[in-house]
């Protein structure tokens, strides 16, 4: 099992960041290796379970994130069946009333059987990098107040 944890300060109030985030559709448009998300289904406290698509060490996984758990504006742990194993917490702490400090820890397993042992370590090194880029996307678009589906992501 594979952790990658990493902790954003983003000057938009938790509401607009836990928004963002709620809605699968705006994953494509921040997360350079997600391909697509389908299947939206209403979860618990706003949030959504859905199919997703992602390309990971030049092959591309399909699954379903289920949310196990969700506390509007304090927290939500998706778990990811299918392709890579996987579950996301992410969690929100308000910053005098204006920011955001969100913190973001994921467990995940790399399929090694399909990459190999020395792709598996290159791939951690990616999916590290992709995050990041994710995160400074989100920070971005969240910060500049743009709230709409499918923006498009720009690398860092």
Do not use: C
Request: glycine content about 10%.
């Amino acid at each position: 099992m594979k952790t990658i944890k990493r902790i954003l300060e983003i000057k938009a109030p938790v509401q607009r960041v836990y928004d963002f985030l709620a809605q699968p559709s705006n994953l494509p448009g921040i997360w350079p290796h997600m391909q697509s998300v389908s299947n939206v289904v209403d979860g618990i406290a706003g949030t959504h379970d859905f199919d997703w698509e992602f390309k990971m060490g030049g092959l591309t996984f399909k699954g379903r994130a289920k949310v196990e758990e969700a506390r509007p504006g304090k927290l939500v742990r998706y778990r990811n069946q299918g392709g890579i194993p996987s579950t996301f917490l992410w969690t929100y702490e308000g910053l005098n009333g204006s920011g955001t400090r969100l913190t973001l820890d994921v467990e995940y397993t790399i399929p090694t059987p399909i990459l190999g042992k020395i792709a598996e370590v290159i791939v951690v090194k990616m999916n590290e990098r992709d995050l990041d880029t994710m995160l400074a996307n989100l920070k971005d678009i969240v910060e500049s107040g743009v709230e709409r589906a499918g923006v498009a992501a720009r690398p860092h």
